[in-house]
């Protein structure tokens, strides 16, 4: 059993088009994440929800928007993709809030916008 | 703000050999906790470590061992007896208490085992 599962995991499209990454996380926790790793390998929070709130908006384009749907979903839809949303895109999800929770991470989703 | 910084950028070793990868830490803030992350190339995050910054001891999980220094601001990954599975690229990250609950991140140290 994959704990977050995050779907799909490639996904190619043009710039323009409006794409969604779906995430799931079977393990109870209370808090879902999306982070953004670029082609330089570093990685970004964008957002956090606990129980469907959202707690973080890390300054990211509104043309990316986070839907929970239950606290354990974390979709992420993105508007009008651009050349410079191509990197992975990376569900994590913790128990609860809090600095010391730890985060554990879906197999990430490879956007290629072309 | 917080910062994390992983200096080296790419290691190779021969496999068997020991390597040890740095991290340091920058954050005022005195409650923090400190993390590390293996990406393998498969391309997942696998999470490996979490220490508290009130606990200074040293962590060892079999070929793996952690050393945290607070007068340093560093938790360095000591990676014993290298094996090729090991080639990975290595995060540290470091979340605060007043920072919510996100994870700043190095830049990660590729690993590379020479087999």
């Known amino acids: 059993d994959t704990a977050v599962s995050q779907t799909p995991k490639y996904l190619v499209t043009q710039m323009g088009n409006d794409k969604s990454i779906k995430c799931e996380q079977n393990l109870g926790h209370d808090t879902m994440y999306w982070y953004k790793q670029d082609s330089k390998k570093f990685l970004k929070i964008m957002f956090s929800?606990?129980?469907?709130?959202?707690?973080i908006n890390e300054t990211v384009p509104n043309r990316f928007s986070p839907k929970s749907p239950d606290k354990a979903h974390l979709n992420l839809h993105i508007n009008s993709l651009e050349l410079g949303d191509s990197a992975v895109y990376f569900c994590?999800?913790?128990?609860?809030?809090?600095?010391?929770?730890?985060?554990?991470f879906g197999a990430g989703t490879r956007l290629s916008v072309l | 703000a917080q910062k994390v910084t992983q200096a080296q950028t790419e290691i190779s070793v021969v496999e068997k050999e020991d390597v040890t990868l740095d991290c340091v830490y920058e954050t005022r803030d005195t409650t923090y906790y400190l993390f590390w992350y293996k990406q393998p190339p498969s391309g997942e995050l696998v999470f490996l470590i979490r220490r508290n910054s009130f606990d200074e001891q040293n962590e060892i999980s079999g070929r793996y061992s952690w050393n945290f220094q607070k007068s340093t601001s560093s938790f360095n990954f000591t990676i014993t007896a290298s094996q090729v599975v090991d080639s990975a690229v290595y995060f540290c990250a470091l979340s605060v208490d007043f920072g919510n609950e996100k994870l700043t991140f190095g830049t990660g140290t590729r690993l590379t085992i020479i087999p």
């Open positions: 929800y606990n129980n469907k709130e959202l707690i």
């Open positions: 994590a999800s913790s128990q609860g809030q809090g600095a010391k929770n730890i985060q554990y």
